[in-house]
């Protein structure tokens, strides 16, 4: 079994178009999952859901997802300045306003996590575990750096043990690594990269019987203009559409006053982080 993962789209149509033509040119995908997080920040929410919907692409919920579905304050998303934070307030209430009832009814009936088993429930194979950000929680981050413990026990919550699979995305930056047996695939994101590359992003994971699962990362270019575009075009904050341009570098997401501006917020310094711990809130208070 070939599973094609795309996460993070965050209301990114262009994005979405070009990875789904990509999976379908080349013939050898035999599932599509989605790992959430389908609206935020982009300008086209409901045209997602309803492309996801069309195709019956089936995936779990996202910080994103089930924030807008249950009209939270917040969308669970972590900022690192008072300028992101001020962005990220605005995307949620443009999404929230954005989101029609019925993608809203839709997102909420998301399910949390998907177990699949490649080679069939009646054999003693191996499972791969989808989720968006960790098996308990959708507001922590798993990057790179994360301790080998720490992916241990994430595996552990999961039920996960040698031979098996934990897929997820969140950080919108892809990575994959082995720990005790265990795969562990960020899948990265297509809407919304935050690893310097503005193409759009997704995960291939093979499953053959008798073999180590393996895992290679995709990029598709796509109209990056007109998904910048459209975001001034819908209200949504300018920075956005730099932020896509850039693949996740926004200079003018940075804190307007002085001490603000000494602490630029890039995101790839929140994925270098080291201090980022699984104990840590994810959401500013
Ligand atoms: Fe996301």
Redesign the pocket.
Known sequence: MRYALI??I?GNLPSLDAVLAGIDQRDDIDAIYHL??LV?YGAWPNEVIDRLTQRGIAGVA???DSTVAHGYQHCG?RSESARQEELARESFTWTRAAVSESGRRWLGGLPFRIDLKPFGGHVAGPTVTLVHATPNSNLVYVTADRTDDFLLKMAAQAGRSEGDVLCF??T?VPWSRVVGGVTFVNTG?VG?PKDGDARAGYAVLEMSPGSTPVVTFERVAYDVELAARQVVEAGLPEQFGEFLRRGGRCDSCMDRDARGRRAIQTVFREHRSASLTASKPAIPS
């Open positions: 996460s993070d965050h959430g997080d935020g996202g910080n994103y998303c995305g969140h919108h994101s919304r």
